[in-house]
């Protein structure tokens, strides 16, 4: 049972380049979220999708789109990357609403330079 | 003025020791409250989860929700070095209030 899984581990990117984060989630979940996590700053909510079809922005969204593709897939496209996004970002899922238990995925640590 | 406020640490305790992990919070609506462990490169994972106030315990693990002072704690008794890690807290109001989270806590055990 792999769980939540994140696609690429590490990246580096030149400002203005554009690159997609995948993720997927094989425990049937309806939920899925986005997060950056900066040193001091704990986690912060880019995206977050409630159940299939819908999207909706959470606390950092500037700067990038998401796509629920299906039931297991949740993407995150940076358009047009800059240093600013420099982070750790991490996908998870749960089966229903804020105060279910979260499962994440093991993060992709994104540079732009 | 952050909505959680939690120490960053380092905190560095030898092993066997009781270590008390803390959050702060300003907002009453919050009702469910979660402590998650994170390891070097990993993603966080769910340790304990807390509904109001009261204590929860889980083997070495004990959690404290004191809601009058808008409080939460997190014990742990006879330390390893395997729980050397990032303790972050989290609290929501459920429904649609999002989770939001502490900066984190490192935590060091030394053998």
């Known amino acids: 049972n792999a769980g939540v899984t994140q696609t690429p581990k590490f990246q580096v990117l030149k400002t203005g380049q554009s690159m997609t984060l995948q993720c997927a989630q094989d425990m049937n979940h309806n939920s899925m979220y986005w997060y950056r996590q900066d040193p001091g700053m704990g986690l912060r909510l880019i995206y977050y999708?409630?159940?299939?079809?819908?999207?909706d922005k959470g606390e950092v969204p500037n700067g990038y789109n998401v796509s629920r593709l299906n039931k297991r897939e949740f993407s995150l496209r940076l358009e047009s990357a800059a240093p600013s996004q420099t982070s750790v970002y991490f996908c998870?899922?749960?089966?229903?609403?804020?105060?279910?238990?979260?499962?994440f995925g093991s993060g992709t640590q994104l540079s732009v330079l | 003025q952050k909505e959680v406020e939690q120490d960053p640490g380092p905190l560095s305790v030898p092993e066997g020791a009781i270590v008390s992990l803390n959050c702060t919070y300003s907002n009453s609506a919050f009702q469910y409250f979660m402590w998650y462990r994170q390891y070097s490169r990993k993603g966080p994972e769910l340790l304990m989860y807390t509904y109001s106030s009261g204590n929860k315990e889980d083997g070495r693990f004990t959690a404290q929700v004191d809601k009058s002072s808008k409080y939460i704690s997190l014990f742990i008794r006879d330390s390893q070095p395997s729980d050397s890690a990032t303790y972050l807290c989290?609290?929501?109001?459920?429904?649609?209030?999002?989770?939001?989270w502490g900066a984190g806590t490192k935590l060091i055990i030394k053998p």
């Open positions: 999708s409630a159940s299939e079809g819908t999207t």
């Open positions: 998870a899922s749960t089966q229903q609403g804020w105060g279910e238990k979260l499962f």
């Open positions: 989290a609290m929501t109001g459920g429904s649609n209030y999002q989770l939001i």
